[in-house]
């Protein structure tokens, strides 16, 4: 049997293929052990859901903040923070992000990673964002602050406003 990249190139018999990983696999038994007799080990590295936690935001609701290049990358050139908030059922929130120092995004998200309500600019001729939502799962929730495409970042205010009926 022959394996082929389908590129015709790179072809290497099975029993070839066989044979180098059982040499990797006793390269990485080497390694440890000789780090095991050294005293020493490999770091251990926490599952990703161990690593990401979002800050919770302040019991004021509110919070002036600062999107640098040590934030979450967003894959469009541009960086995020995000927030934690609990939410109750029935619950009706106004996220409102504003900055005098980049054109903001606010995103909605459910802790599933489903991203439920998103706005860029909340249509006032700004490029401040703004949700209006009511809660239909009590639960916890992300709130998302990004800067808009490629941007850097820069100072923002973040602001929920938890609404009453009257």
Not at 37 to 43: K, Q, V
């Amino acid at each position: 049997m022959t394996i082929d990249s389908g590129k015709g190139s790179g072809k290497m018999a099975w029993n070839q293929m066989t044979r180098w990983i059982k040499r990797a696999a006793q390269v990485e038994a080497g390694l440890l052990a000789g780090l095991a007799i050294a005293g020493l080990s490999l770091p251990v590295i926490a599952a990703p859901s161990d690593m990401y936690k979002p800050q919770p935001l302040p019991a004021s609701n509110s919070i002036s903040g600062e999107i640098t290049v040590n934030d979450i990358p967003t894959g469009s050139g541009g960086f995020a923070r995000d927030y934690r908030i609990s939410a109750k059922t029935g619950d009706r929130l106004e996220i409102e992000l504003t900055s005098d120092e980049f054109d903001t995004v606010v995103l909605l998200i459910a802790n599933d990673g489903t991203t439920l309500l998103e706005n860029d600019d909340r249509g006032d001729g700004s490029t401040h964002s703004r949700i209006f939502t009511s809660i239909e799962q009590e639960g916890e929730y992300t709130i998302r602050v990004q800067a808009f495409g490629n941007s850097t970042g820069g100072k923002f205010d973040l602001k929920v406003t938890r609404l009453r009926a009257l």
